[in-house]
């Protein structure tokens, strides 16, 4: 089945351009370090999920490009024709001529209906070029104003044209303090609305993989392509073809489906954290040596103690003890620090996978109490190597990762709003008070249901 | 890609705005080897066919033919539009851009306002309609007057009552030169007094200037490049004050390396919209985080460098000292000390070889020492553009809207209540038909509730931050 992916606004382009650069260059990749067949099977399982190859010589990305100015896009289609591997589709691409101004109503309310029927247009031809459709995947920040407000009004559009779609949203969380002063009214109103209509939502906060970019893997001067080619490859550990079940005889066919159903048993909890490790520089890959056993050790802490990477990890925050009683108020007990997750799915890719024992996912004290253990945790794996790592360990975690980070981000769009600063830049564009009200008490749902886990 | 027409009123203005038209095309021939008419130059040139004489149709791509300026050049009195049309830049300008009238407006926003403004008004509105139609998607407005004077002051600010009306879509972006204490002309707090009122209602930024600073940035970089310090060798082309490279060869008169920093700061504000970045910053974009309430539109500038030494120095040291003097008190191009006053909110355009990390590193550096609004603690607007101006490696244009705009305003207000009280010269004005007694007393009250909007927020500085509490949900 295939993924459609739908890039919005400026980021959206630049992290999908990476995306499908990183996924390409993967499968061309001789170092799979497994058989030839496997090779094979792979590169077919990955071309039919993200690349089409009809009448032309190289793959082309099954990918919407959509922007309300067009320089990034013209840049986009470019690089990517220039690297001779693979390209968009030419006709694949919508932009006007005046950006969204930073403003989510400029987007969600004048962009949005103004270009809804174009933009669907193209998402369809896109769909009907796969022969089975196996779901979206929206990329976007929200802290801009294409990305985030006409990407939240897409995103309503593509789940009333295709109700039992699959639809998993990326969204980029901005830098802390700052790229946009309005970033967190955009944040606010984009997460209560996506919350909506998504089946899902990865997340990948700029400040976290900065950090990546600055202590793992040894950039001076990071740039914004840097940022993006680390988040490319986490995601293309995560897409990249796996196998889900055990013993299974070929890779999973319906990848966006799988996530969904280990990741998403309730409505209510649908925000997804990344992790992959190892992170390095590539001129360091030959000389380092990893252990599944360790790869799995880190991972897991990472996951107990919310590390956002595989350095300066907190060892002391252990699970609570079991066998002391479950009342309903239990999450007092536990740590302060510790995070409790609703499921969590672990990929491995790479070789000498039998010595792997992933028992200690499958704690129970890492899990909510109102979910089965077995049913929490899944693991896919593939001998395949993916992109020059002789072993990656991904985890995708539904879980209390962005809980924090979700709280930061409610609690200053508050802050700003008590004083309705800006709000007459949204007004001016049918976006009032009201809507922001909403937006907050949605969220400040979301931020309750997770901090009762 | 949009474009953006210039209005440039009064004799000032024009001066400014001839220094303006100069650099871009000095920037554009920079970057533009080919000589092809592409988007970046589409955003304020017009391409024409000028073979046939006179106007021909405009030429959306391919070579370049003829360029002209999406331009409007408006003076009550020829001089100055005279010179630039026998200037080198003749060619630029379209001759139907031009409005003119002989006798000027006697230093008088009366006459300016309410006698050229109704006189002329047809005769803008169709070369404004013109201007507009040439343009595939018409963004902003960029109106170049000083504030003092009757033209650029009166005429100037019914432009743009006029632009409001017309093309309320569009963004109106203001450089007003304000005057300074020593002025020589004694009604000119009438004058920017009465302009204000309108730059309050109409304008959607405002990007004050005042003399003085100009003048000691200018002095200073004359010092630098003449100081003969060792190791200080300034590079040719990199003054941002120098228009060497440019059309103009005759004799620096003394304004020019003034409007010449003017200019730069036009065309670095435009820039991340002309050129590509990896964080594009549109016009647009600049009015939507910089305008936090409708009437606090205005926004002090800074520019760095100055200049660029010869040499090659440590360049990240280099990168965060520019960083450092965007904030300082004598890089500001108003009189003001943004450090000692309240940020409303900042942005940083930063265009050449800069990443995100060196913006990030430089904005944790220098958080610490500036005030916040409350509810805007990290109120940051960044963009980069990968193209640097003519001469430098990187550059830096900061606009802060920060209530160090106050004194400024409330200088303007004593200077024009020394007048009022006592009605000095107020019979000039209201000689004028149209012009009444309510006009003054409704242009100072607007000046005053301006005051007093950034006195409450200067009250909030340095007291007990206490954030609203959240909202409760029941479990």
Redesign the interface.
């Known amino acids: 089945m295939s993924i459609v992916t739908v890039q919005l606004g400026q980021c959206g382009n630049q992290i999908g351009h990476e995306v499908f650069n990183t996924i390409c260059s993967d499968v061309r990749n001789t170092h799979g370090l497994c058989s030839k067949k496997e090779n094979e099977s792979y590169r077919d399982a990955c071309k039919e999920r993200f690349f089409c190859e009809e009448q032309s010589e190289v793959p082309v990305a099954r990918a919407v490009l959509i922007d309300m100015e067009p320089k990034v896009i013209s840049q986009t289609l470019s690089m990517a024709a220039r690297s001779g591997y693979w390209k968009y589709d030419d006709g694949s691409h919508f932009c006007q001529k005046q950006g969204s101004g930073n403003n989510w109503a400029n987007g969600y309310s004048v962009h949005g209906p103004r270009h809804k029927e174009a933009i669907m247009d193209l998402v369809q031809k896109e769909a009907e070029k796969c022969d089975r459709l196996g779901g979206f995947f929206t990329i976007m920040s929200m802290a801009g104003g294409t990305g985030s407000g006409l990407g939240a009004f897409v995103t309503q559009c593509l789940r009333d044209a295709f109700p039992t779609s699959f639809l998993l949203n990326h969204v980029i969380w901005p830098y802390s303090t700052g790229e946009v002063i309005v970033q967190n009214y955009n944040s606010v109103l984009t997460l209560s609305h996506l919350y909506k209509s998504a089946d899902a939502l990865l997340v990948h906060e700029n400040d976290v993989v900065h950090k990546i970019c600055a202590q793992l893997m040894n950039i001076k001067q990071i740039s914004f392509r840097d940022i993006n080619q680390v988040i490319a490859h986490q995601l293309g550990s995560v897409f990249q073809p796996a196998y889900t079940a055990e013993g299974g005889l070929c890779y999973s066919r319906n990848p966006l489906g799988d996530l969904m159903e280990t990741l998403v048993p309730h409505p209510e909890f649908k925000m997804l954290g990344l992790r992959n490790i190892p992170q390095m520089p590539e001129n360091s890959l030959a000389y380092s040596t990893f252990s599944w056993p360790g790869l799995i050790k880190h991972l897991r802490q990472m996951l107990i103690a919310n590390a956002k990477m595989e350095e300066g990890i907190d060892w002391q925050v252990q699970p609570p003890r079991l066998g002391s009683s479950i009342p309903s108020s239990h999450s007092i007990n536990k740590p302060l620090h510790f995070n409790t997750s609703i499921a969590n799915l672990v990929i491995l890719r790479g070789k000498d996978m039998h010595s792997i024992d992933l028992g200690s996912f499958q704690d129970p004290s890492l899990y909510t109490s109102w979910l089965n253990p077995k049913d929490a945790f899944h693991s896919w794996k593939t001998l395949r190597a993916f992109n020059k790592y002789e072993k990656s360990a991904s985890l995708v975690s539904n879980s209390q990762f962005l809980l924090k980070p979700l709280d930061n981000i409610v609690g200053k769009a508050w802050n700003m709003f008590a004083s309705k600063a800006y709000i007459h830049q949204y007004t001016k564009f049918s976006i009032e008070e009201e809507d922001f009200l909403d937006s907050f008490t949605a969220l400040e749902q979301v931020i309750s249901s997770y901090t009762s886990l | 890609?949009?474009q953006s027409v210039v209005v440039q009123v009064g004799q000032c203005g024009n001066q400014v705005g001839c220094r303006f038209w100069d650099l871009a095309l000095r920037e554009h021939a920079d970057v533009n080897k080919e000589g092809i008419y592409d988007?970046a130059l589409s955003s304020f040139f017009r391409n024409v066919d000028t073979r046939s004489g006179g106007d021909g149709p405009d030429i959306y791509k391919g070579k370049i033919c003829s360029l002209k300026a999406r331009a409007l050049l408006i003076d009550m009195e020829e001089g100055v539009v005279n010179e630039i049309l026998q200037g080198p830049l003749r060619d630029v300008f379209d001759s139907k851009q031009l409005i003119t009238d002989v006798s000027g407006s006697g230093n008088n926003w009366a006459v300016g306002h309410k006698l050229y403004g109704s006189q002329y008004q047809e005769n803008i509105v169709e070369k404004l309609r013109k201007a507009a139609e040439h343009c595939?998607?018409l963004?902003c407005f960029f109106i170049i007057h000083s504030m003092g004077g009757g033209t650029g002051s009166g005429l100037g600010t019914f432009v743009l009552k006029l632009l409001e009306d017309e093309f309320p879509e569009v963004y109106r972006f203001v450089t007003s030169v304000y005057p300074s204490g020593e002025d020589d002309v004694i009604t000119s707090p009438y004058n920017s007094v009465l302009a204000m009122k309108e730059l309050n209602e109409h304008a959607d930024c405002v990007l004050p200037i005042e003399n003085e600073s100009l003048f000691d940035i200018v002095n200073k970089i004359h010092q630098m490049a003449n100081s003969g310090k060792l190791g200080s060798t300034v590079k040719r082309n990199s003054l941002v004050t120098s228009s060497a490279g440019s059309a103009k060869t005759a004799q620096e008169k003394p304004f020019d390396a003034m409007n010449n920093i003017l200019a730069n700061l036009l065309l670095n504000l435009t820039s991340s919209a002309r050129f590509?970045g990896?964080?594009?910053m549109?016009l647009?974009?600049i009015?939507?985080?910089?305008?936090?309430?409708?009437r606090l539109h205005y926004l002090v500038s800074s520019l760095t460098p100055l200049y660029t030494l010869a040499d090659v120095n440590v360049p990240s040291r280099r990168l965060d000292q520019m960083f450092s003097d965007a904030f300082s008190r004598d890089h500001q191009l108003i009189q003001a000390d943004p450090k000692h006053s309240i940020y409303?909110?900042c942005?940083l355009l930063v265009r050449g070889n800069v990443?995100?990390?060196?913006l990030?590193r430089n904005?944790?550096r220098l958080?610490p020492s500036l005030h916040f609004v409350?509810?805007?603690?990290?109120?940051?607007?960044?963009g980069?553009c990968s193209v640097p101006p003519v001469g430098h490696s990187h550059s830096l244009l900061a606009l802060a809207n920060n209530t160090c705009v106050k004194p400024t305003f409330i200088e303007l207000k004593d200077r024009f209540m020394k007048l009022y009280k006592k009605k000095a010269h107020l019979h000039h004005y209201l000689h004028v038909d149209g012009m009444e007694q309510s006009c003054f007393s409704e242009a100072i009250s607007s000046l005053s509730d301006l005051i007093e909007e950034y006195n409450e927020l200067d009250a909030t500085k340095g007291g007990p931050r206490t954030?609203?509490s959240?909202?409760?949900?029941a479990?």
Do not use: H, Y
């Open positions: 890609m949009t988007e595939d998607c963004q590509e990896s964080l594009n549109d647009n974009e009015s939507m985080n910089l305008v936090p309430f409708p409303l909110a942005a990443q995100v990390s060196d990030r904005i944790e958080k409350s509810w805007n603690q990290e109120g940051w607007k960044t980069l954030d609203p959240r909202l409760k949900i479990v």
